[in-house]
């Protein structure tokens, strides 16, 4: 996957990241609730009574979301170069990490670090690490993009 940098802006990612920022927010102080990607969809597939709507809802926003900005803004090209069983295995390297992590970096990255969570900033560490390494060797026998 490529970036598009002749339409990237620092002002749109800065305005991102703030709303980002503020719908995990409103989320704990209103629902009491982490938003780690991992740990909504794992209660959306063994619901619990009473606790599945805002799951949904919170699942299906971001999934619709992305489609109305497309739609009503801007469809960048989106170009993959990798092979499909890379992908695949690069899919469950990354639900094997979730779970061996106590969650996603949704879950750590943006809400256990702005907790000041020690664990969450040890599992970012981690996860950056590991992603450095990991381009690095994709780089180095040819498998990135």
Excluded: Q
């Excluded at 999934?63 to 989106?78: G, N, R, T």
């Excluded at 993959?80 to 996603?104: K, N, Q």
């Amino acid at each position: 996957m490529t970036i598009d940098w002749a339409h990237f802006t620092p002002l749109s990612a800065a305005l991102g990241g703030v709303l980002i920022g503020l719908a995990v927010a409103l989320l704990l102080v209103f629902n009491g609730r982490i938003a780690g990607i991992s740990g909504i969809l794992a209660g959306i597939l063994k619901p619990i009574k009473g606790d599945t709507g805002w799951k949904v809802a919170f699942i299906l926003g971001i999934m619709i979301a992305p489609s109305l900005f497309i739609y009503f803004a801007y469809s960048p090209e989106v170009v993959i170069t990798t092979s499909m069983p890379i992908l695949i295995l690069a899919g469950l390297f990354v639900g094997f990490g979730t779970r061996l992590g106590g969650g996603c970096t949704s879950g750590h990255g943006i809400c256990g670090m702005a907790r000041f969570s020690r664990r969450s900033i040890v599992a970012v560490l981690i996860f950056m690490v590991v992603a450095f390494i990991t381009v690095a060797i994709s780089n180095s026998y040819g498998l990135g993009g």
